[in-house]
């Protein structure tokens, strides 16, 4: 596709704070087989086909931006697992980590089809994948997800741990819904050998109930796991939001994501792509560059490096949730399934 030459594309992706750009998460559909009551309303309508980039331009988009010094890159969505063909796609981004043009290519999924596709994950050359599992009840699997998968979800983790694969559990922490078993989930975790990550709750996205309703400071569950677990702070970066700590006795983390009660923002290194090719440089905030008409185009590398410049020269300090006075504030009309987590 490069129909420039490579002295602009050799430039490093480093925003207006100084901050190198080197990690990319890329939506590759909106559509998923569950319903989180959190992400997404029971009702949604989904975008249409051609609005939807295709794996060939997710590809391109993907060099695009390694060409522009990102070394991971991270699949979601909405589901990855059910994007029609979706191993094409991460067997070529598979390609280029064993090339080394790439460091990294893993995926945040749901795990429903990990059973179907941990073997050809592996074999892609994914080494790591992060599963979101909120609750290990049947019951309330089915009221959070509004489906009844756990049984699949967790056959699905086994097949990811036999593949060989390295599995972080993220559980969204929701008061009122599962708050008394998070610590739960961590014990299952860690006998399972797995890392845990708890995530507040973001407003994104308009949903059933109101957000404040189920949020859960992740400050308040300390006192719970301090009478369980030794936790120590862990020198573990991954250059994004988590912090991390170890939990004594276990070979196992346990990860805090805080964008409410503790802004993160600080060292941010990535940037959010569409299913559709927007970028959107902060997932808290709304401004957006569409890539899709650059990658489009009749010049599509340049117009694409331009607008690549053009995105990150805006990428913001940082996102604006807060809770203020008991209500959420910094919401976002956006669903998290049309960024991806
Ligand atoms: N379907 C995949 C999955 O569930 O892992 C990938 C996409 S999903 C949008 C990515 C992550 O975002 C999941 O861990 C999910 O729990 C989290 N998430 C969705 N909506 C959220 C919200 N409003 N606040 C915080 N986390 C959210
Ligand atoms: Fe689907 Fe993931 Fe959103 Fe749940 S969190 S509805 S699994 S996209």
Not at 67 to 73: D, F, L, N, Y
Not at 213 to 237: G, K, M, V
Not at 331 to 336: A, K, V, W
Request: glycine share 8%; aromatic share 6%; with cysteine.
């Amino acid at each position: 596709m490069p129909d420039s030459t490579t002295h602009i594309a050799e430039k490093p992706l480093r925003d207006p704070f100084g901050r190198r750009i080197t990690y990319l998460r890329l939506s590759v559909t909106d559509r998923c087989d569950l319903r989180c009551s959190y992400c997404m309303a029971e009702h949604m309508t989904f975008l249409p086909k051609p609005d939807v980039l295709t794996l060939e331009e997710l590809l391109a988009l993907s060099e695009a931006f390694m060409e522009r010094g990102v070394r991971r890159i991270r699949l979601t969505g909405g589901e990855p697992l059910v994007r029609k063909n979706i191993l094409w796609l991460i067997r070529a981004l598979g390609d280029h980590v064993k090339r080394g043009t790439l460091d990294e290519v893993t995926l945040t999924t749901n795990g429903t089809q990990l059973g179907a596709m941990a073997d050809d994950l592996y074999a892609a050359g994914v080494r790591r994948i992060n599963v979101s599992l909120d609750t290990l009840s049947t019951d309330l699997f089915s009221q959070i997800t509004r489906r009844d998968r756990l049984e699949q979800v967790l056959e699905g983790i086994q097949a990811a741990k036999s593949a060989g694969l390295k599995v972080k559990v993220n559980t969204v922490a929701l008061k009122g819904i599962n708050a008394d078993e998070l610590t739960d989930i961590t014990a299952w975790c860690v006998a399972e050998g797995l890392d845990h990550t708890l995530i507040e709750t973001m407003p994104l996205g308009e949903v059933e109930d109101a957000r404040e309703d189920h949020y859960l400071p992740l400050t308040t569950i300390f006192p719970a796991y301090a009478e369980r677990w030794q936790l120590s702070p862990s020198p573990h970066r991954t250059g994004g939001p988590a912090r991390y700590f170890d939990i004594k006795g276990t070979e196992n983390r346990l990860g805090f994501i805080t964008p409410l009660t503790g802004n993160f923002c600080d060292g941010c290194n990535r940037v959010r792509v569409t299913c559709t090719g927007r970028i959107y440089m902060c997932l808290g905030q709304d401004d957006h560059v569409d890539l899709r008409a650059a990658l489009r185009s009749d010049t599509p590398h340049t117009t694409l490096m331009n607008a690549l410049d053009r995105a990150i020269g805006q990428k913001p300090k940082g996102h604006d949730f807060a809770m203020e006075d008991g209500r959420m504030v910094g919401s976002l009309g956006r669903h998290m399934s049309q960024t991806g987590g």
